[in-house]
């Protein structure tokens, strides 16, 4: 490697350091109040800075500077954010993958990255002694908490304060791999997506243009990259008390509390956040006034939470259902008041979920459906008459300076991924959708969801979204039943607690009378509780339901 680099939008930070020192970076749980509620403490930007610097200068030491791949296996706390950005200072990759995938397929991933340094809390320590084969290239560890019976510093041990400043470094190039992160795997085999310099310095720019230009102010934030970006923007950033891997079960009154106590103005956070969060405002009363904008990502949000968030929200507040993927953070946007500007009632007839327009400097377009690879532009519009026999429905694809443009593993994944238009690489997202005369996006389903009838395919969303507003459907997901191109259509229904499914199965049966996209399904299936995704505990795992459903219509058979 070349002289060490860092990443310019770091820059970003230490001019929040230099003009306001002492604001709070990180304001995190710490044990409980007398009212049982959680207790916080605070790290400000000045300690942050020094942490990291200190964090660069120890791992520099080490051996560990530009390129150097870095598993990063930590919990949401001030630990995680001094150590990435203490990385990103010194220009070496984290690796950072989902630990609730499953420690086998985890294993496999992170054997894929060939790291050389590995960060991380206890039990990945452990897993990585006890699994040392997948762990070969790795020189240099440090442990995030107690050490047990491995070597290595504790990153404790190195102290908060570095003993001098950190060599000079130049911005690296745009091109150049700054971070490597795993898919889930909820839908498709985990893959390792590339981050350039430049893709990342594209997204703190396309979250401050979100936003009107208007600094965060304070943020509270269930995902991790969510913070390094509004840090970069200035904001405070409260960590609320949550498990990665079960953001589903984090504590609506914990949100609220967070909110009112530090003043939050702006969130991200997934259905499975924001469901139990209305739940919990409507029926205690309790408000949240200073909370002026939402993001939501991970899985669309149902209409319904959405209307009623306005509802308990102050009327200025803004709620932003956004759309993207680890390879495209973010991709679109749309707010709830053009959202209910009658493009909700669209939906609800069969015309898929409309995520708005693309972010500032994406382009989308769909290409005809195929799960062959389509190596290049040319070739893509040799199949463009394809999307007649679909009304227009294809793959989205799209480009922009914050879209990956490659895989690291597996490798093959570019080739099925990946279109080659020149110069510009555009990228398969797996998405069905449609894009109307006003640039908007219409999404319809998983690529690999869609049902494969006879008569053609249909699209999981398309349909789903008919069905969802029939009283007492919890929500719906579509499956195919039986062999490909033959495949039965099946509703698989969750029910909302206490409904009367007799009731429920007639209204759905005369709903699938009512329009086209429907009028094939005749099988309607009631499941107790939906699978959904590890990350964001809302995308309905409809492979599993599938072959739920096959069972089901199997033992009937019988």
Known sequence: MTAGTYWKAIDRFRAVVADQPDREAVIYPD???????????????????????AIAERLSAAGVGRGTRTIVLVLPSPELYAI??????????????????????????????????????PPAHA???????????????????????????????????PSGKLPAREPAPDDELLLIAYTTGSTGPAKAVEMTHGNLSAMV?????????????????????????????GSRCVLPPLIPSRVGSTDPAHVVDAVNRFGVKTMFASPAVLIPLLRHLETTGAKVPTLHSIYSGGAP???????????????????????????????????????????????????????????????ARVVAITDDPIPTWAQAEELASELYSTNGIGELVVSGPNVSTRYYW?????????????????????????????????????????????DGPMFSVQVEQVFNIVPGVARTALVGVGPRGNQQPVLCVEAD????????????????????????????????????????????GREQLAEWAERQLGTEKR
């Open 497 to 540: 607690q206490g409904a009367n499914v007799d009731a429920i199965s007639v209204a759905l049966r005369q709903r699938a009378a009512e329009f086209e996209v429907t009028a094939k399904v005749s099988r309607f299936l009631f499941h107790p509780k939906f699978p959904v995704d590890i990350r964001h505990n809302a995308k309905i």
């Open 31 to 53: 044990g409980k109040t007398a009212a049982g509620l959680p207790d916080y403490r605070t790290l400000s930007y000045r300690g942050l800075d020094a942490w990291s610097d």
């Open 84 to 121: 990435m950005l203490g990385l990103l200072k010194i220009g070496a990759v984290p690796v950072a993958i989902d630990p609730g995938m499953g420690l086998r397929k985890m294993l496999r991933c992170l054997r894929a990255a060939d790291a050389e340094a590995f960060i991380g809390i």
């Open 301 to 363: 949000v149902p209409n319904w939470c959405i209307a009623g968030l306005r509802e308990v929200l102050e009327p200025d507040a803004e709620i932003h259902a956004g759309y993207g993927s680890t390879e495209a953070l973010p991709m679109s946007t749309i707010e709830s008041r053009e959202l209910f500007s009658g493009l909700v009632e669209r939906a609800q007839r069969g015309e898929g979920t409309c995520i708005g327009r693309p972010s500032e400097g994406v382009r």
């Open 127 to 161: 897993a990585r002694v006890l699994f040392r084969r997948y762990f070969r290239g790795v020189r240099v560890t440090v442990t995030v908490g107690k050490r047990w019976f491995w070597g290595g510093p504790t990153l404790a041990s190195w102290g908060r304060t």
């Open 410 to 454: 597996p490798r093959e994944a570019n080739v099925a991924g990946k279109i080659a238009d020149g110069e510009v690489i555009w990228h398969r997202t797996g998405d069905l959708a449609w894009i109307d005369a006003e640039g908007r996006i219409w999404f319809c389903g998983r690529k690999s969801q869609r049902v494969h009838t006879a």
């Open 205 to 233: 720019s396309q979250v401050d243009a979100a936003r009107g230009h208007v600094p965060p102010d304070t943020s509270l934030i269930t995902l991790p990259l969510v913070g390094i970006l509004d840090m970069l923007l």
